[in-house]
């Protein structure tokens, strides 16, 4: 599942955008995505330009992009 780190996202829609599935949505300035149709695609996390999105795999995080910038 993509998790989402709400406290650095600056609301700017750029995930929403790239997102080929769709399902990423703005409620309330808060992200929803619809998990279960995710495809894994990882296009949300590149496209945000605060890494405020990581792939979450049986608890573990995984955050290609911006690894080793000790957000986590
Ligand atoms: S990983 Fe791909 S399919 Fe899943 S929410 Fe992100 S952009 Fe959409
Ligand atoms: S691209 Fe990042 S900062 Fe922009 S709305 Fe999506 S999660 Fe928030």
Do not use: W
């Not at 700017?12 to 149709?37: M, R, T, Y």
């Not at 608890?59 to 957000?71: A, M, N, Q, S, T």
């Amino acid at each position: 599942m993509i998790h989402i780190y709400d406290e650095l996202c600056s609301y700017c829609g750029s995930c929403i955008a790239v997102c080929p599935e769709n399902i990423i949505d703005l409620i309330d300035l808060h992200l929803e995505i619809d998990q279960p149709k995710c495809t894994h695609c990882a296009k949300c996390i590149k496209g945000c330009p605060v890494g405020a999105l990581a792939m979450e795999y049986r608890d573990k995080i995984y955050y290609p992009e911006y690894e080793g910038r000790g957000l986590f």
